[in-house]
């Protein structure tokens, strides 16, 4: 696609309850970040998924979150029995495998719970 | 440790004046420069990067940015802000293949 595409743009959920989130990168980028804004915020690195290398977790806060990149395109999020601290945005980013180019970032998936 | 910094929060700027946000970073190696912009309820979007050569690099609606390595500094700077420049500007390092972010800086323009 022409950008990166993240659903759903708004989410809100109970305590609780599990989520996903969904990314869909920019065709053709082999590498796929997740980061978290917290209101107020800078921008907090969650994993990093690099072609069919194995994915760079060291960002997950818990084991409550886990991510997975299927047929080296479309990701996911999951968080597990959500807590009021998980609010935030979640932002995609995808790029080239060279490192000059940088990111696109998606629009994020802002994420309440309540 | 690999560390941003944008020691302003947030900056006032009359518009016409000039503007200038403020990034040091600390990491290891070469790494290369970068500055995002986000507006209200959008993602980061690319403003302007340093990779090699001048170190007066300039990128998109009229921002420029110097790189300094003595002082491990990479300042956006425009000559003459807009109250439409008025957003969340992030600096971003590259040292490898992950990005270290600073806080951001709030940038107000006003009228």
């Known amino acids: 696609g022409a950008g990166v595409s993240q659903s759903p743009s708004n989410k809100v959920t109970e305590k609780g309850k599990d989520v996903e989130l969904r990314c869909d990168p920019i065709?053709?980028?082999?590498?796929l970040y997740w980061y978290r804004q917290s209101l107020g915020q800078g921008l907090e690195f969650l994993i990093y998924f690099q072609g069919n290398s194995a994915p760079d977790k060291s960002g997950l806060p818990s084991d409550r979150f886990s991510a997975e990149r299927t047929g080296g395109s479309v990701s996911t999020l999951t968080i597990q029995r959500t807590q009021q601290e998980d609010s935030a945005v979640y932002l995609c980013?995808?790029?080239?495998?060279?490192?000059?180019?940088?990111?696109?970032f998606g629009s994020g998936t802002r994420l309440t719970v309540v | 440790a690999q560390s941003v910094a944008q020691p302003e929060d947030q900056v006032n700027v009359a518009e016409g004046n000039p503007l200038t946000v403020k990034c040091t970073y600390s990491?290891?190696?070469?790494?290369?420069l970068f500055w995002y912009v986000q507006y209200p309820n959008r993602g980061l979007q690319f403003l302007l990067k340093y990779i090699t050569g001048d170190n007066l690099v300039k990128g998109s609606y009229g921002f420029e940015a110097e790189f300094n390595k003595s002082q491990t500094s990479f300042h956006l700077k425009k000559p003459s802000a807009l109250v439409s420049d008025s957003a969340l500007y992030f600096c971003a390092v590259l040292p490898f293949n992950k990005f270290y972010f600073g806080s951001g800086t709030k940038l107000n323009v006003k009228p």
């Open positions: 980013a995808s790029s080239l495998a060279s490192r000059e180019d940088g990111y696109t």
């Open positions: 990491v290891s190696g070469n790494p290369y």
């Open positions: 065709s053709g980028h082999t590498a």
